[in-house]
């Protein structure tokens, strides 16, 4: 999402496309291979610059997997009383895939994730899209991102094809996927969003993708300027990260890779040392002592 910053319509930069050269290819050399889009990030800059750093360097495509997402409306379009909202349109998801092909410089998805779920969305028209995006050879894989257990399991009955991810926010600030799934049956633990999504996704073989893993740096923050229970968490995971050396970031992530489901963080950092710095996280096993630890300081109160 912040290959670009600017969320305008000015064309992309020398300096853009230089930047995103060196993220890319960082995340690479690290092992890092899916690399996560959306049509609107940055109004379509986001994908453009990384378009124009798979053009320029020959043999990338067929080493990374590529997947974008699709479903949400800006405000002001097509005409400028045109609220922001979600579509799940036959035609606009086709319209959609076309705009991130074209933008990407390539064509097809290995993955496309319908973003937001759509109140009016009809299933049958999705089932519709996809079976066209999948016969021309368009999109290989498809799944969904911020979908609701029940959500998916309506979706699963119109569509031919599996839906082998579900993106959805996860990370031990927003810890209620799974927390929740702990405080079932108590006044406190009734998190409708979030409902038996996580072993629903297990269940099915979902791939649980997680979008702010590393919460925009909380962690990292100094300590004085948080409020409770955050200040506890972030002292603790600060504590863990000298202890093993490495990042507040790499301990965040590995919290996330210790929990069975498979977790794939998908991390929005373009800074090549921070990349570096969580990819530390594969080294790092966190013992169930450590995982629960960091779970009661964020919750601020102990397990039931």
């Not at 889009?37 to 990374?64: C, M, N, W």
């Not at 409306?73 to 895939?97: I, K, Q, T």
């Not at 570096?276 to 397990?303: I, N, P």
Request: charged share 20%.
């Amino acid at each position: 999402m912040h290959l670009s910053r600017a969320w305008d319509d000015e064309d992309i930069t020398t300096a853009e496309i230089s930047a995103a050269t060196g993220a890319i290819n960082t995340a690479v050399e690290l092992g890092i291979t899916l690399f996560d889009h959306a049509d609107i990030y940055a109004r379509g800059k986001s994908e453009r610059l990384f378009g124009e750093v798979l053009q320029r360097t020959p043999g990338l495509r067929d080493r990374i997997v590529l997947q974008s997402k699709c479903g949400i409306r800006f405000a002001g379009n097509p005409s400028a009383n045109s609220p922001g909202r979600y579509d799940f349109s036959r035609e606009h998801l086709l319209r959609s895939v076309e705009g991130s092909l074209r933008r990407l410089n390539t064509g097809h998805l290995d993955l496309l994730l319908l973003h937001r779920p759509d109140p009016l969305a009809e299933p049958a028209e999705v089932a519709a899209a996809f079976d066209e995006l999948q016969r021309s050879g368009k999109v290989r894989h498809f799944g969904i991102s911020n979908h609701s257990a029940s959500q998916i399991s309506l979706l699963r009955k119109y569509v031919d094809q599996p839906l082998v991810a579900n993106q959805i926010e996860l990370s031990l600030l927003h810890h209620y996927p799974i927390s929740e799934g702990v405080l079932f049956n108590r006044l406190d633990g009734i998190h409708a969003d979030t409902a038996g999504t996580l072993d629903y996704c297990r269940e099915h073989g979902i791939l649980v993708q997680a979008w702010a893993p590393l919460a925009s740096g909380k962690f990292s923050a100094p300590l004085a300027g948080m409020d409770e229970p955050m200040r506890s968490a972030a002292a603790l995971v600060q504590e863990m990260a000298r202890e093993n050396n490495v990042s507040a970031e790499a301990v965040l992530t590995a919290w996330l890779l210790r929990h069975p489901a498979d977790i794939q963080p998908i991390v929005g950092t373009t800074d090549p040392a921070r990349l570096t710095a969580v990819c530390a996280a594969d080294e790092l096993r966190l013992t169930r002592e450590e995982w629960y630890a960091l779970l009661t300081a964020m919750r601020g109160q102990s397990v039931p």
